[in-house]
């Protein structure tokens, strides 16, 4: 992994971050506020989950960072240098999923990436074949490249979006929804691929409605809500941050509800043959030893690690769902 | 050595890359290439193409009914009873005849789709993070659409020279003013005129570029285009309107004929030339001016 010129880290005070954003905020012209003082760190050669339900967000800020759209205020550095103003310099380093793969329908899917690669101003023309069958390759789409892109599924189009964003090598990949139309063997690739990549040292910035899919590939995230950024940090202290609920399996619910209640544990729900609760203080043995004195038929008593979905419920207090 | 394995050696260390200093034309090649592959800009040609052999054909046909001189007189000059005389008098009178819509209808197309069209696909957001740059960007497609009305204008004169020689007898032609020049010379004029109508057409360029950045609609930007050419040649016919005519980018279209006069009459010529890059420059401008500043939310 390379350091970052001194220089460039004494600017902000997130040494080695590939993406430092402060107050960024975003207002469209009909007045929606899309994102609102948004302050995100993303570590370099971190897999960032940048996680939010639907309109929450993401894309605007993605769209921000790549210089798409202008802040209404706040600032943005994408590898250590002020964007949109050194899109030059950064962007060539950046692959870039934007809110799915946009194609030319009348060429095709190798005619596409030549196009694109054409762009980048950094693109050597004399390897540009060469690099444009090796992208092709790398997402699998190598017997489908002659064909136009009019005529792809939609899980190739996305396949076609993903090679023109390997075109060169990158040192962050900024990914919107990837695994959008993917079936389960492609999105088992993409995360592979996404391992892969972040094994060679590329920061990955993927955002998703997905929690499992983060949960999977992150190694960090952060939570976006109406605008807003919940939280932050790696993915292990984010689901550590909420305590797992103790799960006790009976026929005898009642009795197990009655027996957790006395031994201190709180909110105790009970569901079909399952009660569950948040787990009290005390060593869970003498809490499962009460219960078969209790004489409750215990068919499985454990914790369930939370998840980041219990994460994002426990923060924001509510589900997963769009605010209008 | 699997490919992948190439593209992981070639550089993953290294940082910022260099521009490679032929990178503009390399851009400017892949948007030309990419225009000139689609079916649609093949489709304009061909229409263009069809005009001088529907008039070729026409002017045949009532000429060999034995009906003499042609009636009507088709767009402005008077070219259109020489072509019996002289087939390369169809190349005057199908440039004459296409300029004042077809033409600039297609150079509409083409420009209103030129920005537009790219955001309406959401190509635009991965040409400009690519990074192609929205000044270079927009210059290509400038330089992209003026390409085409010279090859468009060539079309319309390679086709109707083709028909003129079949159909009718070439040589020696007589000026408009009388004179007898000799068929090399007609030649040479004719390229030239070719040349002025490809440059009448520049203004019209510059402002379906302009309309094409202010929506994400393809389809749109080519409408308003096409729309503002209809409406300013109505407004060109109307007596009223006097003070303001000589302001329109198509006052002057007419003028290449005075390139068949001898001497040549240059004042009008160049009046249109003068119109064409006050268009071309103020459209221009607004065009970047706009673009510069334009949240790509498609
Ligand atoms: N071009 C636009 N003009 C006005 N408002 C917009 C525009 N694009 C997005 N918005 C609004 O901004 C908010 C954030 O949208 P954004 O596309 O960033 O969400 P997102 O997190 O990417 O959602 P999704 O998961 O559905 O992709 C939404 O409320 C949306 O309605
Ligand atoms: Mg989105």
């Known amino acids: 992994m390379e350091e970052l010129p001194a220089a460039e880290a004494d600017e902000h005070d997130s040494v080695g971050a590939v993406i430092a954003t402060r107050a960024l905020t975003k207002r469209y012209r009909g007045g929606q506020l899309a994102v609102d003082g948004l302050d995100l760190t993303v570590p370099e050669g971190s897999v960032f989950g940048f996680l939010g339900p639907n309109g929450s967000g993401k894309t605007t800020t993605i769209r921000m960072l790549m210089g798409l759209i202008d802040p209404t205020s706040g600032t943005a550095r994408v590898l250590g240098q002020p964007m949109p103003r050194a899109a030059r310099a950064v962007l060539p380093q950046v692959g870039a999923l934007i809110e799915g793969p946009a194609l030319y329908g009348f060429l095709s899917g190798r005619d596409n990436l030549l196009r694109y690669d054409a762009a980048d101003p950094t693109a050597d023309p004399r390897t540009r074949r060469t690099r444009v069958a090796a992208a092709l390759d790398r997402v699998g789409l190598t017997a489908a490249a002659g064909k136009k892109a009019r005529a792809y599924s939609l899980g190739m189009k996305q396949r076609l979006g993903l090679a023109a964003a390997l075109l060169q090598p990158r040192r962050l990949l900024v990914l919107d929804e990837p695994t959008n139309g993917l079936d389960p063997q492609g999105m088992r690739e993409i995360r592979s ?51 797992g609920r103790l799960v006790v399996t009976t026929p005898d619910t009642g009795d197990a509800a009655r027996v957790l209640k006395e031994q201190g544990a709180g909110d105790v729900v009970i569901t079909d043959d399952r009660v569950t609760a948040e787990p009290p203080e005390r060593d869970l043995a003498d809490v499962n030893a009460a219960l078969v004195r209790a004489g409750v038929r215990v068919r499985g008593f454990g914790v369930e690690r939370a998840s980041l979905e219990d994460a994002f419920v426990a923060l924001t207090g509510e589900g997963f769902d769009v605010a209008g | 050595m699997s490919q992948a394995e190439v593209v992981r050696r070639t550089g993953a260390t290294e940082g910022a890359r260099k521009t490679s200093p032929l990178w503009t034309f390399g851009l400017l090649r892949s948007e030309l290439l990419t225009t000139f592959r689609r079916w649609r800009t093949l489709a304009l040609l061909a229409v263009l193409a069809a005009v001088p052999i529907l008039v070729g054909i026409a002017v045949k046909i009532e000429t060999s009914d034995g009906a003499g001189g042609p009636g009507g007189g088709g767009g402005g000059p008077a ?141 749109a930007a080519m409408a308003t285009t096409v729309g503002l050419l209809i409406t300013v040649q109505i407004l060109d016919q109307i007596p009223q309107l006097h003070a303001i005519q000589p302001y329109f980018f198509s006052h002057y279209w007419l003028s290449f004929a005075d390139l068949m006069r001898d001497p040549v009459y240059w004042d009008e010529l160049v009046k249109n030339l003068g119109i064409q890059a006050l268009y071309a420059g103020a459209f221009g401008s607004a065009a970047w001016a706009r673009f510069m500043a334009k949240d790509i939310t498609a």
């Open chain 1, 193 to 243: 691929l996404i391992r892969e990549l972040a094994a060679e040292g590329t920061t990955v910035f993927l955002s998703s409605h997905l929690l499992d899919e983060i949960e999977q590939v992150c190694t960090h995230a952060a939570v976006m809500a109406q605008g807003r950024l919940i939280t932050q940090g790696a993915v292990a202290e984010l689901a550590a941050g909420t305590r």
């Open chain 2, 79 to 219: 070219f259109i009873s020489q072509i019996t005389n002289n087939g390369l008098f169809l190349v005057f009178t199908a440039l004459a005849a296409t300029l004042p819509f077809f033409l600039p209808m297609a150079i509409g197309v083409i420009a209103g789709d030129a920005i537009a069209g790219e955001a309406n696909a959401g190509t635009l957001r991965y040409l400009l993070v690519a990074p192609a740059g929205r000044s270079r960007l927009l210059l290509t497609k400038y330089a992209t659409t003026m390409a085409f009305c010279l090859v468009a204008t060539l079309v319309v004169a390679v086709s109707a020279l083709t028909v003129g020689a079949l159909l009718f007898p070439l040589g020696d032609l007589t000026t408009i003013s009388g004179t007898r020049i000799s068929f090399a010379e007609g030649l040479l004029r004719a390229l030239l005129i070719a040349l002025v109508v490809a440059a009448s057409l520049i203004g019209v360029a510059a402002l379906g570029l302009f309309v094409s950045t202010l929506t994400n609609s393809g389809i």
